[in-house]
């Protein structure tokens, strides 16, 4: 057997979680993945490196002939009944947040995206009681949730990405990998009663960049249902496509995980972040002010809509948009004017999708759900629309041909402030917050760090006056007058205003940095600044 060590001492009240949680059983099961998979999982990382040393010399990517895209007969196993209607997710969705799970259990929605990634904060507590309210849901007895999880929402759980290290855990001396902690504690507890219930376990797989790495999860899950003694296709997964890279690979991702295939994702903030973090310091690349020119009807963006969706449907898949991350104000219920132009914009934006030919989509605010479901209702009178064939003939160019446009002094405002916030919240143990109408997560902190990096980086001219450049003196103004007001407006204790501070001069050092960490999550999660906050029981118990 291994040696596996928690590095942490229970937090106060969840003693007898944690070790529920992480019993015996379960730890045995978590290191035997990571024996299983640690040297292709390492090999992921090799792999990753080396294509990203690559691409600074070469960005001419194409689509490549495989056996997988030559031969148009095969598609993914059938789907379970519970999975045909994709209509509607509620997204960013962390149980740790335990009124929030409890209400989206509630809701009128085909399924829960249950995070452990874009919009969850790893702390030590968080995932003790997301993994707690998780298995209390699935057993039906979390306080006001469905008694049966056949009557609630299917969970869609979402684990942390390739790039996240669990660094509570060791095994066999290494720090374990978050995706593997997160998929394997989900597993162990749930698997055989989501299976019993036809509810599961079903995943959405984030930041994925490649067949090989769809392979490698596929892998994993064969391992797992043997383990678990569930029987094998059990597990259906639906690949978020956020990296350039697997937009030119989506035949043979949906190959690789034919028998486990839930389809495909469109994730537009994490995918363009990904644009910038692979080419983005070529000019031709520098993305502009993304409130203004960026969104899914620019042909970049629409071309990689169509071809996910083109893609799936031929292979007898469903195809997902993103999430609409537009928020009605507290207290309103969608019948004042300001809610209803919201949910206008929200319907009009879905509507497009729908007539792309999405299968579904996610929402954050429950409130909207109704409408949308209305607009289903009057626009997608089948379960999906996985009977429309599409041949949109996309090329190499379509997908990497950026807009033009310029940078707005408010654009760029707009990102400093995301950026400060996101790290703000995550320091103090959330992944994800409201501003300026808008469910915020590390999709949109990624993109707003990245393009504010690119700006600086070329020296971008301000639409407002071509006379002024993006420049770090400029940034770092607008960083310290945006913290200077959140001071006043938003910290109420000396600790908040510590962590604000540190947001703002870790944002700073992210926006500066010759060669900038690729993901934001990382770079957070191995901060010294984060890990003492969040660490003060390290080591206690052993």
């Known amino acids: ?76 196993a059938e789907l379970p009944s519970r999975l045909e209607n994709r209509h509607l997710d509620l997204g960013d969705v962390s149980a740790s947040n335990t009124a929030h799970f409890v209400s989206a259990l509630n809701s009128d929605v085909q399924g829960i995206q249950v995070d452990f990634d874009d919009g969850h904060c790893p702390t030590w507590k968080n995932q003790l009681v997301a993994f707690q309210n998780i298995s ?25 990405a390739w790039n996240m290290l669990e660094h509570n855990i060791l095994i066999d001396g290494k720090e374990a990998i978050g995706a593997l902690v997160d998929f394997g504690i989900l597993m162990y507890h749930n698997a055989k009663k989501l299976h019993e219930a036809n509810s599961g376990p079903y995943f959405y797989l984030s930041k994925l960049e490649g067949a090989s790495e769809a392979k490698l999860w596929n892998d994993i899950f064969i391992w797992s249902q043997e383990a678990l003694g569930i029987p094998q296709g059990t597990i259906k997964a639906c690949v978020l496509i956020e990296n350039i890279y697997s937009t030119f690979e989506l035949d043979e991702i949906l190959y690789a995980l034919r028998e486990h295939s839930l389809g495909l994702n469109c994730g537009i903030w994490d995918y363009c972040a990904s644009i910038i973090a692979k080419f983005g310091d070529r000019k031709e690349f520098m993305l502009p002010d993304r409130n203004k020119y960026v969104n899914i009807d620019l042909h970049f963006l629409s071309s990689y809509m169509k071809l996910v969706v083109s893609t ?183 600790a908040e205003r510590k962590r604000l501070t540190a947001a703002k001069y870790m944002s700073m050092e992210l926006f500066l940095m010759r060669n900038p960490p690729e993901f934001i999550t990382s770079y957070l999660n191995d901060n010294h600044k984060y890990r003492t906050l969040h660490n003060k029981a390290l080591l206690s118990n052993l």
């Open 136 to 160: 209390l849901a699935v057993n039906g007895r979390l306080l006001g949730a469905p008694l049966s999880i056949v009557t609630s929402p299917v969970l869609m759980l979402r684990p942390r």
């Open 312 to 494: 799936c449907h031929a292979r007898g898949a469903p195809a997902t948009g993103g999430m609409a991350a537009a928020m009605l104000r507290s207290g309103y219920d969608g019948t004042d004017r300001e809610s209803k132009a919201i949910i206008n914009r929200i319907l009009e934006a879905k509507l497009k999708e729908i007539e792309t030919g999405v299968d579904g989509f996610m929402v954050y605010d429950s409130r909207v759900v109704p409408y949308v479901n209305e607009l289903w209702k009057k626009n997608g009178a089948m379960s999906n629309q996985i009977h429309r064939k599409f041949n949109f003939n996309i090329t190499a160019k379509d997908l990497l041909t950026i807009p033009s446009g310029g940078v707005t002094l408010q654009g760029l405002r707009h990102n400093v402030a995301v950026s400060i916030l996101f790290i703000y919240h995550w320091l103090a143990g959330v992944g994800h917050f409201f501003y300026s109408g808008n469910v915020e997560d590390s999709a949109t902190a990624e993109i707003s760090r990245s393009q504010i990096w690119q700006w600086i980086r070329f020296s971008a001219t301000l639409e407002d006056d071509p006379n002024i450049c993006v420049t770090a003196k400029l940034v770092e103004r607008k960083a310290t007058h945006f913290a200077n007001h959140a001071h006043r407006n938003l910290c109420r204790s000396n």
């Open 1 to 76: 057997m291994s040696n596996i060590i928690l590095l942490q001492s229970p937090p106060p009240k969840l003693e007898v979680v944690q070790k529920n949680i992480f019993r015996k059983e379960a730890l045995e099961f978590i290191a035997e993945l990571h024996n299983e998979f640690d040297v292709q999982i390492e090999t992921l990382y090799k792999q990753r490196l080396l294509r990203s040393l690559e691409a600074k010399s070469n960005a001419n990517l194409d689509f490549k002939t495989s056996p997988e895209r030559s031969d148009k007969l095969w598609r993914i």
